[in-house]
């Protein structure tokens, strides 16, 4: 709401009061220190939150803090960023409101008709595939150890995962293919839950087992931004996984158990965290190989008996970023 202030004013000896409305961000702006030359501005982004449903204005405070960097939000310049279903509001330097202004319009530009991209995972348990289909494979940077990423036509990666799915060592997230929108992140995830025996404790009835359970799965988040000039696309990719390697058994001998030991499991867990952000034209195909990382994804082989692919110690991960252009047929 507008906030009032009044100033007074003589005119031929009679007093008038002058209101003058002002936004609050306008008399925030004139409180707050501005020695770097910081101005408030707004940004619509309405028509994206419309589009992308009610909470979705976080996605773009996340890609503005990602592209220009924490540190100039909480440095020594006095700054703000904040947004609602309606407006992108900012207090920074002109140079960082143009910075902020893009960004605002890469999410807006084609909120009616928003470009959409195809996300896929697969494990393959050897990563000799990368051999085979070299010929195919145009290497990108990734900053990431061990993280490789490539860009591919639409056709070669068509081939790529019928030839990767053909494979008896290839198996695919349940959740299949999905799409997500611009600017707003789709993620994939698979896993199990593993319970154990954690501990013993006294009761009524004596020493029982302390039941207890640890979350095993891979969740991979793919959050892509078509480029203001629609000839490229970014993406932040982040990864996690945790598993489950095995059971430590330690024999417990509860007071009162007259020597005898009670087994209980202590949980050695594999974690893996990447976060990589790629930039490739957007008439190509993102291939990302995350290298030999845990599988914890219940699944079967390709002879059709049931089998848990995280048998395997370590299958190489691949993620696959397709975009599909409203304009592009």
Known sequence: MPVARSIPARLAGITILVIVFASPWEVLSAQ????????????????????????SQRHVVDWVLQETGSPQWHG??????????????CFHTPEMQERVGEIAER????????????????????????NDMRPMLRPIPAAT????????SREEAAVLVARLRSRGDCEELPTGAVLAANGIPAVLTGGRKRAYVQDMAQTGQGWQPVAASCD????IDVHPLI??????????????????????????SPPGSDGRRVPIEVPQMSAVRIGERFRWPAGSTLLIGLGLVPWPVPGQNKAGSPALFS??????????????LTDVP
């Open 107 to 130: 999410f807006v530009a084609d909120a009616a008709t928003p470009h959409r991209f195809s996300v896929r995972v697969l494990g393959v348990g050897s990563p000799a595939w990368r």
């Open 216 to 219: 095993e799965g891979m969740s």
């Open 311 to 324: 048998d395997a110690k370590r299958t190489d991960v691949v993620v696959l970023v397709e975009p599909r």
């Open 227 to 252: 480029a203001r000039d629609g000839t490229a696309v970014e993406a932040v990719i982040r990864c996690r996984i945790d598993q489950i390697e095995r059971m430590a058994q330690v024999g417990m």
């Open 32 to 55: 707050l220190p501005a020695d770097d030359g910081q101005v408030w501005q707004t940004y619509d982004i309405s028509p994206f939150v419309t589009q992308a449903g009610p909470g």
């Open 76 to 89: 020594d310049t006095v700054a703000s960023l904040s947004a609602d279903a309606g407006k992108l509001r």
């Open 145 to 152: 150890p061990g993280v490789q990423a490539w860009i591919m």
